[in-house]
C-alpha cells in the first residue's frame, strides 16, 4: 500500500508515521522501519515529490561550508579571532581570510574588538569541530550598529523566502539593511528605532508561523498597516 499519513507543513513529533510504500524516500529527521517512513524530529514536514524530510522546529545551528553565519567576536588572539555564530564550538576568523591584509604585528583589534558583530562565510569544517570562517566576499564585514535577532535556524528558509522574497519584502516596506545569516541569526538597521522594532516583530512572527499556509500575504498585510505610522 502507498499512503502519504501527513500533510505538507503538517507538524510531526518523534516516532509518527509520516508515509507507507517503499516508493517514498527518508530524508534528514526520518528514517525508514520495513514499509514505513518515521519521524525522528519534532518538526515541520517537508513532501518534495517522493522524498519526505522533517525541519526541526529547535536545535544548535550545524555549519556548513559556504554558509553566511553572523557572530559576534569572543577572543582575540596572536593569529586571528574566536567568534561565537551560535554553534556547538566557536569559529576562528584567522588573519589571512579577513578583509583587509593584516600585519602579524598590528593590533587586531583596530579591525574586529570584543563583542563586534561580523557577517563571515564557512570555508572549513572538520570533523574535529574545528570552524574555519572568512570575511572575504561580498556583503561580508563588520556589521556597525543596527540589532541582532535570533531565530531557530530552521526557520531561516522561510524567513527568507523563495529566491528572498519574504525577506525584500519586509526591506521594500520598511527600508530597513538586513542580512540573515543561515545560523539563525538576522541583523537589522534602520532609519529608526520605530522601523527595526517592526521589522523585529516581523521577523519574529514568521518564526512563530513558519508552519502556517498564506504567511507571505499576513506579513504583507501587517507591513501595509504598520507603514502607515511613517
Known sequence: MIKLLIKEREIVVPGQELAEGMEYLPSSGTYRDQNKIISNKLGVVSVNKNIIKVIPLTGRYMPKVDDVVIGRVLEIGFYGWSVDIGSAYPATLSIRDATEFIDKEEDLTKYYDYGDIIAARVNKVTRYKSIDITTKGPGLRKLIGGKVIEVTPSKVPRMIGKQGSMISMIKDYTGCNLLVGQNGKVWVKGTSLEKENLVTKM????????????????????????????
Open 203 to 230: 521577523i519574529m512572527k514568521i518564526e512563530q508561523e513558519s508552519h502556517i499556509d498564506g504567511l507571505t500575504d499576513k506579513i504583507k498585510n501587517l507591513l501595509e498597516k504598520n507603514g502607515k505610522l511613517w
